[in-house]
């Protein structure tokens, strides 16, 4: 039975009486396996497994135990317990009352929504106040749906007084939002939460018992789901130290307030960690206890073994840092499977996994997009491809793609055809063209005259006459393919120029940093920085665009640096490409947000950017529980780690030429000593 398995605190909570009662379930003290024997106690008391309601925030947590449990019940009685997210269970409960109910994704949902703001003519109102976007308007909406439980325009006034003028003109939007949807049928997944409890009100809906898993990470909303079920018993699982999801409308009130909101509630703790060392649990507690202590715990160490004090690694660069992790990693004797580089700020992720592939060290990335398959890194190493070898066809189309109006075909039309200027040799195709005629291909039995057609390719060249071309573009044969057009010329004029200033260098470093610096570059940085900065009404935001425009660049400068130990481009093609051809998907090193990393847990773990301004993140937060929050981060990748912790810290970053001090997460884990200095300009 699940009983036999647990310790006696483990025990003692799942065993506990009916009503109104918390669980602390701290790091790696074993919550899932609580929920399970707290299930299996219900059932041996004799209670229907469908007055059973189990609430989790990820099916994958709700599949699991429901997995456990058919270990010890039959699956006749197990599939009775109604169990998955707030969502899918009341999404379950409302196809019952709405057989028509038609659950829209929020980028669905976003468009009605812009369909009904652009009705609104803001340009007309004499105020001074910038109106929100669309989209913008629409998270506030959800957000506020999410955090509370009073009116939108009474929300919208206590955060953005500022905006008491527009107020008026948001609610007629949020209004008529809601009458859309409503004659469409259409629902969002808060809707499904608000229609639930507008249903568990109208037709009363009992549990003999209501389990909520992560119970720390509830928003309002969810809470008022629970409190209209009014359960007989309620039993819910969760850490207020690990609550890491205020940005997204999650009240950490509703765990900090459990004993004081239901009469006579009961709070257990679970408090021995099976999962980390002594010293990583006394630093993860030295941290943590500077958060305000709602419910005294302290973790207690639950496993025997190899015991490790927690590293701090000290660099001058962050680059340096990625650098010295990897090899590191390359030395260790873990498997890359069990190692996980842990990070605030996605930004990290970049000059992590660019250090791991030099390596040839295979590392799986949740969330993201990888560096190295990144656009703007991509195109670079494509430039670097068709430079050290000419033939690469597929580099030369994926390089001219982002002219306009060339697709595919053109992109390969001007390659042959450079080829056939040159007799074989691409880039004298290019600079110093001997066959000045277009290429044709032999004419196949149904007359079709294949890639080339005399009648349709063959264009004038003085069409590109005055617009400006230098002497160099006008002359060269190309001009003559029609299907080129101005801007494509351009390009192809930016190409040509990249490649005759750049023809003579080997070394990657000056190679990439020349390419950076050239019309051919920027105007792929404006292309992508434009696509990324639009809106879906297809409005560019310029301040989002700019964003883009420094992110690219410093994508780029990064692959730089990365160039710097290399003497020819080959070799250095061969480390970033070749060496990463061979990764399986899904194996290696586990790249990670503190977010992405909740859960899990590995033999050894690096928690990299500890450095004042990144983590904690002081741009973030601002508006997201403040230093508690971050330092609640802190403590929920500390105790990721199960054997080996490395904490890791750059003085500086030579791409934003930025210093850093050391994050004040490693004083108050007593890894350094703080001076005068430091600890004054805190006060």
């Known amino acids: ?151 939108f325009s009474d929300w919208m006034q206590e955060k953005y007084s500022d905006h008491e003028s527009l107020l008026d003109i948001y609610q007629d939007i949020i209004d008529e939002f809601e009458d859309t949807k409503k004659e469409y049928g259409f629902a969002s997944f808060n809707d499904l939460l608000i229609w639930a409890i507008d249903s568990i009100k109208e037709k009363s809906i009992e549990f003999e018992e209501v389990l909520v898993d992560e119970y720390q990470d509830t928003n309002t909303l969810q809470e008022e789901l629970i409190n209209a079920l009014n359960p007989k018993s309620l039993f819910c699982v969760g850490d207020y130290d690990q609550s890491i999801y205020a940005f997204n409308g999650a009240n950490i009130e509703n765990i900090s307030t459990f004993s004081t909101r239901y009469s006579g509630a009961k709070v257990y703790s679970l408090s021995i960690n099976y999962r980390s060392s002594e010293p990583i649990l006394m630093l993860a507690n030295r941290v943590i206890s500077k958060n305000k202590r ?38 260790s ?46 195109f670079i190493l494509d430039l670097l491809f068709i430079i050290n070898n000419p033939k690469d066809l597929m580099a030369f189309i994926h390089i001219f793609e982002y002219a306009k109006n060339v697709g595919a075909a053109l992109s390969k039309e001007i390659y042959l055809s450079l080829n056939h200027f040159g007799e074989g040799d691409l880039i004298s195709g290019l600079l110093n063209p001997t066959i000045k005629e277009l290429p044709k291909l032999n004419k196949v039995n149904n007359r ?8 349709n390719e063959i264009g004038l060249a003085s069409r590109f006459a005055f617009m400006g071309f230098k002497k160099e573009t006008l002359e060269h044969p190309i001009i003559k393919i029609s299907k080129i057009e101005r801007e494509s010329l351009q390009y192809f004029e930016n190409f040509y120029n990249l490649i005759k200033d750049t023809k003579n260098i080997t070394n990657p470093y000056i190679m990439i940093r020349n390419i950076i610096d050239s019309k051919l570059y920027s105007y792929l940085v ?45 070799r250095f093609l061969n480390a970033m490409i070749l060496g990463g051809g061979e990764l399986s998907e899904g194996e290696g090193v586990n790249l990670l947000t503190v977010h992405a990393s909740k859960g899990l847990e590995f033999e050894d773990v690096y928690i990299v950017d500890l450095s004042d301004g990144r983590f904690p993140n002081r741009k973030l937060m601002s508006g997201n529980g403040g230093i508690d929050e971050e330092r609640r981060l802190f403590y929920v990748a500390v105790t990721r780690a199960k054997t080996n912790l490395f904490l890791a810290f750059a003085k500086y970053d030579k791409i934003r030429k930025q210093e850093y001090k050391p994050s004040q997460f490693l004083y108050e884990a007593k890894l350094l000593k703080e001076d005068k200095e430091d600890k004054e300009s805190k006060e």
């Open 333 to 378: 004797q873990t498997s890359y499977d069990n190692i996980s580089i842990i990070f605030r700020n996605n930004s990290s992720a970049d000059g992590l996994e660019a250090s791991l592939r030099e390596l040839n060290i295979p590392c799986k990335r949740k969330g993201g997009t990888s560096f190295f398959d990144a656009k703007e890194i991509k």
């Open 526 to 570: 404006d292309r992508l920085s434009t696509q990324r900065g639009k809106l879906k009404t297809g409005e560019i935001d310029e301040r989002k665009k700019e964003e883009s425009k420094k992110r690219i660049i410093n994508k780029a400068r990064l692959l730089q640096e990365l160039s710097k130990p290399y003497d020819n481009i080959g």
């Open 294 to 331: 709602i419910y005294p715990k302290e973790l207690k160490v639950g496993r025997v073994g190899e015991s490790k004090p927690p590293r701090l690694l000290v660099f001058d660069t962050l680059f340096e840092q990625y650098q010295s992790i990897a090899d590191r990693i390359k030395r």
């Open 448 to 455: 079709q005259l294949g890639l080339f057609d005399d009648c």
């Open 1 to 151: 039975m699940p009983l036999s398995q647990l310790n006696s605190q483990q025990l003692n909570a799942a065993t506990a009486n009916s009503g109104k009662n918390l669980i602390i379930a701290s790091a790696g003290t074993g919550k899932t396996s609580t929920i399970v024997g707290r299930i299996g106690h219900l059932l041996n008391s004799g209670i229907d497994a469908s007055r059973i309601l189990l609430l989790t925030f990820t099916n994958k947590a709700a599949a699991e135990m429901v997995a456990r449990l058919k270990k010890y019940f039959d699956s006749e009685t197990i599939d009775k317990i109604e169990a998955g997210t707030f969502h899918a269970v009341s999404y379950r409960w409302l196809r019952q009352r709405k057989p028509n109910l038609t659950l829209k994704q929020t980028g669905e949902l976003k468009t009605l929504f812009r369909s009904i703001y652009e009705k609104r003519e803001f340009h007309r109102l004499s105020i001074t106040t910038k109106q929100f976007s669309s989209t913008y308007l629409y998270e506030l909406y959800s957000l506020y749906q999410n955090s509370t439980l009073g009116t």
